[in-house]
C-alpha cells in the first residue's frame, strides 16, 4: 500500500467528506476522491459508503483506519522526538482543557507561556468532552475528573472549590436563602447532558441538604453559560471560584456553608513522559497555579 494515499485515507477518515480532507492537504475534491478510489481498487475493497450528508467507514475501512491511526501518531511522537533533539524546548504542543477553564484563566496565562517558549507552536482544544491523548487528539490535559487509563500519567496538580452565586436581582426578587434546606424553594441553574460533565457530581446542589431531589428550573451544557444565566437573575447555581473572580452583578450565597471541591489533574501519555515540551508547560502551569486562588 503507497503511504501517500494511506496519509490521504486517514485525512478522509477523520474529516468525514472529501470536500473537508481536500482542504486540509490542499488538494481538489476530485484529487482525493480520485485517491480513494484508486487505493480501493487496490484493497479490492470498498473503504467509504457513500452518503448525501457524508461518508462512513466500512468494516474494512474502520480496520486501516485503526492501522493508520497507530502509524500517524508513530510517526507524531518521532517527529516530536527529533525537533527535541536540541537544548530548548520546541515543536507542537496540544493542550486540551475545559470550555469554562480554557476560555478564561488558560486564555488569560497562555501568553506568559507562548513568549517564554516562542519555539514551542501551542494549539488550545477547549471542550468538555475528553479528547484522547492515546490517539494523540492532544498531547496533554488539564482534567477535573482522574483518568481510569494505565497508559496515562497523571499528577493532582490543585484543588478547585465550587460555592453557590446568585445576583443581586435574583436575591431581590426571592429573597436570600438562610439554608441548605431553603433551597428547596429557590430556583437552581445546573448543568445539563451530565455524559459530557467536566467533573463528577457537578450538580451537587439538587441534593444538598435534602432527602428529595431538586429539579432545576434551567439546565445548561457548559459551566460559563450557568454564570452567564446566574449573572442574568434566572436562579442560584453552583459556580468555580475562580470562573466567579473579578465577574460584576453576582454574589456570594450561604457563604458559611461548606461548597464542594474537585481535583484538577495534569495528563499525559507514557510517550511523552521525557518531552521537553512536556516538562516545560508542567512547570509552568505547577508555577501559575501556586499564584492563583482556586
Same mark, same amino acid.
Given at each position: 500500500m503507497d503511504w501517500d494515499k494511506l496519509r490521504i485515507f486517514h485525512t478522509v477518515a477523520t474529516a468525514g467528506s472529501f470536500t473537508h480532507a481536500g482542504e486540509t492537504l490542499g488538494l481538489s475534491q476530485s484529487a482525493v476522491s480520485r485517491q480513494i478510489r484508486t487505493l480501493e481498487e487496490s484493497l479490492q475493497t470498498s473503504l467509504f459508503n457513500r452518503h448525501a450528508r457524508g461518508l462512513i467507514l466500512t468494516d474494512e475501512g474502520e480496520t486501516l483506519f485503526e492501522t493508520?491511526?497507530?502509524?500517524?501518531? =508513530?510517526?507524531? *511522537?518521532?517527529?516530536?522526538?527529533?525537533?527535541?533533539?536540541?537544548?530548548? #524546548?520546541?515543536?507542537?504542543? =496540544?493542550?486540551?482543557?475545559?470550555?469554562?477553564?480554557?476560555?478564561? /484563566?488558560?486564555?488569560?496565562?497562555?501568553?506568559k507561556f507562548i513568549d517564554k517558549y516562542p519555539e514551542i507552536d501551542v494549539q488550545l482544544l477547549i471542550g468538555d468532552g475528553d479528547y484522547d491523548l492515546l490517539t494523540r487528539q492532544a498531547d496533554v490535559a488539564i482534567r477535573f475528573h482522574p483518568s481510569d487509563h494505565l497508559d496515562l500519567i497523571q499528577r493532582q496538580i490543585a484543588t478547585f472549590h465550587y460555592h453557590l452565586y446568585a445576583s443581586p436581582t435574583y436575591l431581590n426578587d426571592y429573597?436570600?436563602?438562610?439554608?441548605?434546606?431553603?433551597?428547596? %424553594?429557590?430556583?437552581?441553574?445546573?448543568?445539563?447532558?451530565?455524559?459530557?460533565?467536566?467533573?463528577?457530581?457537578? %450538580? /451537587?446542589?439538587?441534593?444538598?441538604?435534602?432527602? *428529595? !431531589?431538586? =429539579? #432545576?428550573?434551567?439546565? *445548561?451544557? %457548559?459551566?460559563?453559560?450557568?454564570?452567564?444565566? *446566574? !449573572?442574568?437573575?434566572?436562579?442560584?447555581?453552583?459556580? #468555580?471560584?475562580?470562573?466567579?473572580?473579578?465577574?460584576?452583578?453576582?454574589? #456570594?450565597?450561604l457563604e458559611d456553608h461548606q461548597g464542594h471541591e474537585f481535583p484538577a489533574y495534569f495528563v499525559y501519555t507514557q510517550e511523552l513522559k521525557n518531552s521537553k515540551r512536556i516538562a516545560a508547560f508542567k512547570d509552568f502551569i505547577l508555577h501559575e497555579f501556586k499564584k492563583t486562588v482556586f
Open positions: 493508520t491511526k497507530d502509524v500517524v501518531s =508513530k510517526i507524531h *511522537v518521532t517527529e516530536q522526538q527529533i525537533l527535541e533533539g536540541t537544548e530548548s #524546548p520546541r515543536g507542537k504542543l =496540544k493542550i486540551t482543557t475545559t470550555t469554562s477553564f480554557g476560555s478564561t /484563566w488558560m486564555m488569560h496565562n497562555i501568553k429573597g436570600r436563602p438562610k439554608s441548605g434546606e431553603d433551597l428547596d %424553594n429557590h430556583k437552581l441553574i445546573t448543568y445539563g447532558d451530565l455524559s459530557t460533565s467536566p467533573i463528577l457530581n457537578i %450538580n /451537587w446542589v439538587l441534593d444538598y441538604c435534602t432527602k *428529595v !431531589k431538586r =429539579k #432545576p428550573v434551567l439546565e *445548561v451544557n %457548559n459551566i460559563y453559560g450557568v454564570l452567564q444565566a *446566574v !449573572k442574568s437573575g434566572i436562579g442560584i447555581g453552583s459556580l #468555580p471560584d475562580y470562573l466567579v473572580q473579578g465577574s460584576t452583578n453576582i454574589v #456570594p450565597i
